[in-house]
């Protein structure tokens, strides 16, 4: 069975610092993983997805996320973080033997503040 | 493009009795997802349709049902309402199986069940 462990519920950054957002993953098979952004009072949004081919994945707004299959990882970086990334982003992983169905991790706040 | 639509927007109900929400997915769209958003579980994942059959479903009880039409918009029951199902349900539509293509959500639906 799949599943996704997001390592951090909240963090705080200031403006323009550099942030990490953790995310773990757990599956038997070739994964397909994603990462959604939740701004305030809106619907998810894909920010990006790795399916295959370069581990380095470029998003939109400036964030990148690296496929780390040794350390079954996929961790959201962005090199300075402005007022407005403040939202809930959540990390997806699905594989192929449940191609329909994403396990999304519990979500991870980022606040940025001034 | 139309973005996904769902309706209603907020729904108030009281215990035991039912509630029906609607998905119109984006067009040319062929698969529909829901997910229960709360507080405490995140997101969890209810069930994904794709051309009128149910590809997967989550670990709901059998109180959760849903179905497709031909036009691929959607439906979500809840019979016999409890206090627990108050949270956000959001629909998601997709080209492809939602596991290996972007998901793209609409706004979701409020339920409170009082």
């Known amino acids: 069975a799949q599943s996704v462990t997001q390592l951090d519920s909240q963090v705080p950054v200031f403006e323009e610092a550099p942030v990490e957002l953790r995310c773990n993953y757990s599956?038997?098979?070739?994964?397909?993983l994603f990462w959604y952004v939740q701004y305030p009072n809106q619907g998810l949004q894909l920010l990006l997805k790795?399916?295959?081919?370069?581990?380095l994945v470029k998003g939109i707004n400036g964030f990148e996320a690296e496929f780390n299959k040794s350390q079954t990882s996929f961790h959201l970086r962005k090199p300075s973080v402005h007022i407005s990334d403040t939202a809930e982003y959540f990390c997806?992983?699905?594989?192929?033997?449940?191609?329909?169905?994403?396990?999304f991790g519990d979500g991870t706040t980022l606040t940025v503040k001034p | 493009k139309a973005g996904v639509t769902q309706t209603p927007r907020y729904l108030i109900k009281t215990r035991g009795q039912q509630v029906t929400l609607s998905c119109s997915p984006i067009?040319?769209?062929?698969?529909v997802s829901w997910y229960q958003q709360t507080p405490g579980q995140g997101l969890q994942f209810l069930f994904e349709?794709?051309?009128?059959?149910?590809?997967n479903k989550g670990n709901f009880p059998g109180r959760f049902s849903g179905r497709q039409f031909s036009n691929s918009r959607s439906e979500m029951n809840v019979s016999t309402l409890e206090l627990g199902d108050s949270a956000l349900y959001l629909c998601?539509?997709?080209?492809?199986?939602?596991?290996?293509?972007?998901?793209?959500f609409g706004p979701g639906t409020r339920l409170t069940v009082l």
């Open positions: 349709y794709f051309s009128e059959t149910q590809r």
């Open positions: 067009s040319g769209h062929r698969s």
């Open positions: 998601a539509s997709s080209l492809g199986l939602a596991g290996l293509n972007e998901q793209f």
């Open positions: 599956s038997s098979v070739s994964v397909y």
């Open positions: 790795y399916l295959s081919g370069s581990t």
């Open positions: 997806a992983v699905s594989d192929d033997t449940n191609a329909g169905k994403s396990t």
